[in-house]
């Protein structure tokens, strides 16, 4: 007996000090939307300074579609070896619950995912093409009251996504009609908006800003809890009587469910490590990105946060991922 176990030991030791350290190939990070939003800019900025850290190339791959869903599925399927990640935001749980109730979900949002990190803070904000009428979300929703003889158009990230369920909860809040057209992210999203081919949409404050500040969009509302510095004259939902449409704007990092402790706990010290680095976290401040790199439980913990907010909205509504 004393012979089996010392040789298993020999075997596990030999096993150990073979095996390649972590990490040895290239790291993938999928992103749920288009090039150009607010998610593949943190992506991009977070990896490219995580492979400088670890010394392995971090690929950024971009998988729109479906709210976010597709993407999500894919790291759902993917090996819990810490090779692939997902960075998502608020849209991911709020698609999640929308695609579970619909009966449509490819997988199991409870249990398929690990948490890493949050890397960022951002507001979500409520925009508009200048031309639509009002000069806040609660004066342009009486506007689409008073006109009926047209259609006004909310534009979304997809089925499923913040937008599209923020949206449909603002039809109801505001005893408007309003007719939904879904795009495959932000970016396709808000040249529509500025084409003025979609009145109003909404995404993260850090795909807008620039544009807002250039007059080529107009902000019309935050979702955050409080005026944020950025836009200091912009008033919050709550403000404006309108508290169910308050979201709390992060994104963050996930990787499959079964991935090792360790592994899930290294990766989360690297992006961490990646956001705090001050050339980093300054260009994220550039565009209204607050660096947090928080641990796994937090992550993990607004992710189920937000289900728990929004299921309710969206069984009510009866909202569709």
């Known amino acids: ?11 596990l030791f030999a096993a150990a ?7 040895s190939k290239p790291i993938r990070i999928l992103v749920p939307f288009p090039a150009g939003g607010t998610t593949d800019i943190v992506a991009r900025l977070v990896g490219q300074r995580m492979s400088e850290q670890v010394g392995q190339p971090v690929l ?36 999640s619950v929308a695609a579970a109730l619909a009966n449509r979900a490819t997988y199991n949002a409870d249990a398929d995912f690990a948490g890493v990190s949050i890397a960022v803070y951002v507001p ?17 929703m009486a506007a689409v009251q008073r006109d009926k003889s047209r259609k006004f158009t909310y534009g979304s990230t997809g ?15 505001a005893g408007v009609e309003m007719t939904h057209v879904p795009f495959k992210g932000a970016a396709p999203l808000k040249q529509e908006l500025i ?16 544009d807002i500040r250039a007059g080529k969009l107009k902000a019309l509302a935050t979702g ?21 449409l308050e979201a709390e704007g992060w994104n963050g990092f996930f990787a499959p469910a079964r991935t090792p402790r360790e592994l899930v706990e290294r990766l989360s010290k690297e992006a961490a490590a990646a956001v705090k680095h001050p050339e980093v976290a300054r260009r994220l401040r550039e565009i209204a990105a607050e660096p947090v790199g928080s641990s796994p439980a937090e992550q993990d913990a607004i992710f189920k946060r ?3 907010q929004f299921r309710p909205i969206i069984k009510e509504m009866r909202i569709e991922g």
């Open 60 to 95: 950024v791959e971009n998988r729109a579609g479906a709210g976010g869903t597709i993407a999500a599925a894919e790291l759902a399927r993917a090996a819990p070896d810490g090779y692939t990640l997902l960075i998502h935001n608020v849209t991911f749980p709020i698609a």
């Open 224 to 244: 955050a809890s409080r005026r944020i510095p950025e836009l200091p004259d912009v008033p919050t939902v709550r403000e404006l009587g309108y508290p169910v």
């Open 124 to 140: 979500f904000v409520w925009t508009a093409h200048p031309g639509t009428p009002g000069a806040n979300l609660k004066e342009t």
């Open 1 to 11: 007996m004393a012979k089996l176990v010392c040789l298993i030991a020999a075997l």
């Open 17 to 23: 000090a073979g095996a390649q350290p972590f990490p």
């Open 159 to 173: 089925p499923g996504s913040t937008m599209h369920v923020l949206g449909e909860a603002l039809s109801r809040e």
């Open 306 to 308: 937000q289900m728990d």
């Open 195 to 210: 084409a003025g081919r979609i009145d109003i949409g909404g995404d993260q404050l850090s795909s807008s800003l620039a």
